[in-house]
């Protein structure tokens, strides 16, 4: 018999987030070291807090939005499309969503059929799985090359498309691995897509780090594609906006419609509130996004000065891009990346997050994010150095 009558296939099929999993029991301990969270740390700059202030005090959040968003929000996003993407929007190719998971859902409930196949890269940011099983899709996990970076494997995806396959997602730069797919690299997928009919729907929320000279690039720029990308961006990266929930969409104007036909069941409109401090986000300073990129190639740089000296334990690709990193783990005891993480958790007080969260190819593997202060990180290997040496 079914585990619970009253729950629907598409939510039993998914599975318990190992990320939350890893918090709930981290609480439990006095004094973790946290590196499980791809949240940045930072709070959000002065002026966009202000702006928000000031919106509430003139009354202009208490009401719905238009569904697609603010105009004068997305008049902004569309200069910055095309100053930072190099992709010429229009407002009618926009959709103001909430954060780029909501973004990345609704997409997904507007051009997957029951049963209809999505390829993603394994490993891959989890949410994107467990958003194309509630978009009744079946998740079709691609390895990467691990060796190169955990870059695309475009032969092994053209090898994946099938009649059924509609869809490829991908986030670059990536969570959990960092890696950033090239433009060489994308505009090969592109190919694929336009020879195939298929989708692709991007997740670029980690678009502006990316370090040693690796560059960001939006698919939506190849003019060729016009009809075949959903993008979804967000502010809770560049602007440490996490808890605004806000992001946005660009594709087709034919398609914004009918995943506008997803977004207001689920949302109505973003958090009007949220929208205004967008507005603010894009109109003012961009010295926050810099900062915070100096921050994180600082902290990726001492990540993996000390994971160097634990070259026994772990073996890692230096990340390109985000602020995550995906080392593997070389002890026997590693196969099992959530008993290891959970044991590094429970005897050396470091929270990490298991591999396997992210796809077949993530076992042997565990998560590390340098979105932390370097105290953070230097305390949390200072015990992994004597929890590994004992
Ligand atoms: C790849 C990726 N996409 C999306 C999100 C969440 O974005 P938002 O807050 O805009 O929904 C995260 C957060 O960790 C992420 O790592």
New binding site residues.
């Given amino acids: 018999m079914k585990e619970d009558w009253r729950i629907s296939d598409r939510a039993l099929q998914i599975q318990k987030s190992a990320i939350h999993e890893m918090t709930r029991l981290s609480k439990e301990i006095e004094d973790v070291a946290f590196l499980s969270w ?2 940045p740390t930072s709070d959000t700059p002065e002026h966009i807090k202000e702006a928000a202030i000031t919106a509430i005090k003139k009354g202009l959040v208490g009401g719905y939005s238009e569904n697609a968003g603010l105009l004068e929000l997305r008049k902004e996003i569309v200069k910055k499309l095309k100053k930072d993407n190099n992709v010429d929007a229009d407002v009618s190719q926009l959709l103001v969503t ?5 973004g990345l859902s609704a997409a997904l409930m507007a051009l997957v059929n029951p049963g209809d196949e999505v390829i993603l890269p394994s490993p891959t ?1 989890s ?1 994107h799985i467990r958003q194309v099983i509630l978009a009744s899709g079946k998740p079709v996990l691609v390895p990467t090359i691990e060796e190169e970076g955990f870059i695309w494997d475009i032969d092994a995806v053209r090898d994946a498309v099938t009649p059924k396959t509609k869809a490829i997602m991908y ?1 670059s730069p990536s ?1 959990p691995t960092g890696a950033v797919f090239s433009e060489k690299h994308l505009r090969q997928l592109a190919d694929v897509a336009l020879d195939n009919n298929l989708m692709i729907i991007t ?1 670029e ?2 678009e502006y780090f990316t370090y040693d000279g690796h560059k960001h690039f939006s698919i939506a720029s190849i003019p060729e594609m016009k009809r075949n990308v959903v993008s979804c961006f ?3 990266k560049s602007y440490a906006m ?1 808890g605004w ?1 806000i ?1 946005y969409l660009h594709a087709d104007e034919t398609l914004i419609p009918q995943i506008t036909k997803a977004h207001i069941p689920f949302a109505i409109c973003a958090p009007v509130v949220s929208q205004y401090a967008a507005l603010a986000a894009l109109q003012g300073s961009q010295d926050c996004i810099a900062e915070f990129r100096e921050h994180y190639l600082s902290t990726r740089n001492l990540m993996c000065e000390r994971l160097d000296t634990l070259s026994s334990v772990f073996e890692y690709q230096k990340p390109r891009g985000s602020y995550l990193m995906f080392p593997k783990i070389l002890l026997k005891e590693g196969k099992d990346s959530t008993t290891f993480c959970k044991k590094l958790l429970k005897e050396a007080k470091v929270s990490t997050t298991p591999g396997i969260a992210f796809g077949p190819t993530g076992e042997s593997h565990l998560r590390l994010s340098f979105c932390v202060p370097e105290e953070m990180i230097n305390k949390a290997f200072d015990r992994m150095d004597i929890y590994f040496k004992e």
């Fill in positions: 791809a949240k909430i954060g780029a998971v909501e940011y949410t986030c969570n997740d929320a980690y967000t502010f809770t996490t929930r992001g």
